[in-house]
């Protein structure tokens, strides 16, 4: 019975937490148990013995259990990773770039990485790259390593950029700064013109021959997020215009930031670009960081009854320029 309940013991502070929890269950029906059998033995010899026994054995397990709940709210046993393999490590370190600027959260650069891409009938292959701020992580390459199987990734978006061609120092190289959209670019959406304009800046990239698509992670719905651009659709469909529904949920009409992707870009390219957009607010971001933007490339097409009346009012309310050549605006 003690040689159990010390198994049960070991296994619970050595488990994972949802492991542990099946074993406090058990070794506290064994323990009841144990205990009730020398209750029962020591009755029969000595009451006072009992009582004195018993007052030990309850303020021992009581200072256990509440060791046992501070280790629980420190996060329990945390998954640790073993000492990463050297060569494992200098594969890693050679394509992490970090990018510091005094007076703004250090970033974290990976790639180039080879990423073969399906564009119509041809098949392409762009060099990815992702970042990831370090405002919660260490900005040395080892420690971020080590502290990435606990930093929940996955809870928060990362941004990420297709990069096409001679792009540091071609003459011409065209630049898209795309918001992420969920419905548009992934279910193909047709309310709005996203995953249209996704796939053709990417043609116009590589039919320029250099140039780079930045999918920027937190842009969800002009930077309301997902579950709030859900609300403003539900708006939408009883007949208030895009930025109308987002002004009646408490929200500006646009809160995208464009100031790290400026960042990223400032590392791959200094000469001036041509920016992909309807939007001039893009070009002034860009400007106002110091970036020289050569011309713009408007980006219209899959007009339909489905995105029309979101389309004009881009163009009505968000000073989005015209799209004379769809024949939709005038
Ligand atoms: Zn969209």
């Not at 998954?79 to 990463?84: D, N, V």
């Not at 061609?165 to 193909?188: L, M």
């Not at 043609?203 to 021959?209: H, P, Q, R, S, T």
């Not at 200094?270 to 050569?294: E, F, R």
């Amino acid at each position: 019975m003690l040689i159990t309940q010390w198994l049960l013991f070991t296994n619970l502070i050595m488990c994972e937490r949802y492991i542990q929890y099946l074993y406090l269950y058990l070794y506290l029906y064994h323990y009841m148990k144990l205990m009730f059998i020398l209750l029962n033995v020591m009755l029969t010899i000595n009451r006072q013995f009992v009582i004195l026994y018993l007052t030990f054995f309850h303020i021992r397990k009581t200072i256990s259990l509440v060791n046992y709940k501070a280790y629980l709210r420190k996060g329990g046993r945390k998954r640790e990773r073993s000492q990463m393999n050297d060569s494992i490590y200098n594969i890693l370190e050679q394509k992490i770039e970090i990018i510091h600027q005094q007076g703004s959260v250090d970033l974290a650069l990976v790639g180039p990485i080879q990423l073969p891409v399906q564009l119509s009938d041809q098949e392409i292959t762009f060099q990815w790259y992702t970042w990831v701020s370090l405002k919660d992580l260490p900005s040395s390459k080892e420690d971020l390593l080590k502290a990435l199987p606990n930093a929940n990734l996955a809870f928060s978006q990362q941004s990420s950029i297709l990069v096409y061609g001679d792009f540091s120092s071609a003459d011409e190289s065209f630049i898209r700064f795309h918001s992420i959209c969920h419905t548009g670019d992934i279910f193909g959406s047709k309310r709005c013109d996203c995953g249209f304009q996704l796939q053709q800046s990417l043609k116009m990239i590589v039919e320029n021959g250099s140039g780079a698509l930045f999918y920027l992670a937190n842009h969800e719905g002009r930077g309301i997020g997902l579950f709030s651009k859900s609300l403003a659709y539900l708006l939408q469909q009883e007949g208030y215009d895009t930025v109308e529904a987002n002004e009646q949920l408490g929200f500006e009409d646009d809160y995208r930031s464009y100031e790290e992707a400026i960042r990223i870009l400032k590392t791959f390219r200094t000469k001036p670009v041509s920016l992909i957009t309807n939007n001039p607010k893009k070009v002034t971001s860009l400007s106002d960081a110091g970036m020289l933007v050569d011309r713009t490339v408007p980006l219209w097409g899959d007009v339909s009854d489905h995105n029309k009346k979101y389309l004009q009012t881009k163009i009505d309310k968000s000073g989005h320029v015209k799209g004379l050549e769809t024949g939709l605006l005038s």
